[in-house]
């Protein structure tokens, strides 16, 4: 019986993670107006060789892609705002956030450059999850 509680449990904050990498993505992709291809594409390939979303089908990950990112271009702000609720259900697992972080940054380089909204919302992002921008070059 414990055990199928701490399955219970994992697959909870492997939601928690999943949504959160998606939403901080999305965020990343939509910043500066248009989600790209590019950023779409490194998106998926990020997502399908997370080890820690294997128990997620990639229909069910495209499924929330496809809702964040309608959500974004309906209102940016509002998006926005539905993003960093999902950022902030991770905030209490440092290494979740740094992951997080991490898929951002690497959806804000896809096209080859990190456009200033989007190091805008890196900023924003990474004081809300208690990441050093130092680390990243981004200070």
């Given at each position: 019986m414990f055990g199928k509680f701490l399955k219970g449990a994992k697959k909870v904050t492997n939601q928690n993670l999943m949504e959160a990498i998606v939403a901080g993505a999305m965020?990343?992709?939509?910043?500066?107006?248009?989600v790209e291809k590019a950023e779409l594409d490194k998106l998926d390939k990020l997502l399908t060789s997370?080890?820690?979303?294997?128990?997620?089908?990639?229909a069910d990950i495209r499924k929330t892609m496809s809702r964040y990112q309608n959500q974004l271009e309906a209102d940016f702000g509002v998006g926005q705002n539905k993003m960093m609720k999902e950022l902030a259900d991770?905030?209490?697992?440092?290494?979740?956030?740094?992951?997080?972080?991490?898929?951002?940054?690497?959806i804000a380089k896809a096209d080859g450059e990190i456009e200033q909204e989007e190091k805008a919302v890196l900023v924003k992002v990474a004081r809300n999850l208690g990441i050093s921008l130092d680390e990243y070059g981004l200070a």
């Open positions: 965020l990343i992709a939509a910043a500066d107006g248009t997370n080890d820690n979303l294997s128990a997620f089908k990639p991770i905030s209490d697992n440092p290494d979740h956030c740094e992951e997080v972080f991490l898929n951002m940054l690497a």
